[in-house]
Nanobody, 118 residues
Framework: QVQLVESGGGLVQAGGSLRLSCAAS????????MGWFRQAPGKEREFVAG???????TYYDSVKGRFTISRDNAKNTVYLQMNSLKPEDTAVYYC????????????WGQGTQVTVSS
């Protein structure tokens, strides 16, 4: 049974940083794409970042240069380091696991709230 445990959300002032973590279990981790999505109130869920098995990554344009996705295959964990946060980054962030492409995933985390105050 696949489990995804997210952590690291919270309240931060604009310009601050947070690091999200997503620990996966129940399925081989290292050979799949992992990603992060977010959903702000009243908006569609949107792709934020993805990382494949070799460490190659891709980002949504608005977070490029501020967010960094990484993975530790030994710990079955994917991270999202978020720097220079802006109020418009406020959303529920979801870990997406065991993907076959940057936008197609088999499992989703429960979501963690990130709130950036101005």
């Amino acid at each position: 049974q696949v489990q995804l445990v997210e952590s690291g959300g919270g309240l931060v002032q604009a310009g601050g940083s947070l690091r999200l973590s997503c620990a996966a279990s129940g399925r081989t981790f290292s050979t799949y794409v992992m990603g992060w999505f977010r959903q702000a109130p009243g908006k569609e869920r949107e792709f934020v970042a993805g990382i494949n098995w070799s460490g190659a990554s891709t980002y949504y344009d608005s977070v490029k240069g501020r967010f960094t996705i990484s993975r530790d295959n030994a710990k079955n964990t994917v991270y999202l380091q978020m720097n220079s946060l802006k109020p418009e980054d406020t959303a529920v962030y979801y870990c997406a696991a065991y993907g076959s492409s940057w936008i197609e995933y088999d499992y989703w985390g429960q979501g963690t709230q990130v709130t950036v105050s101005s």
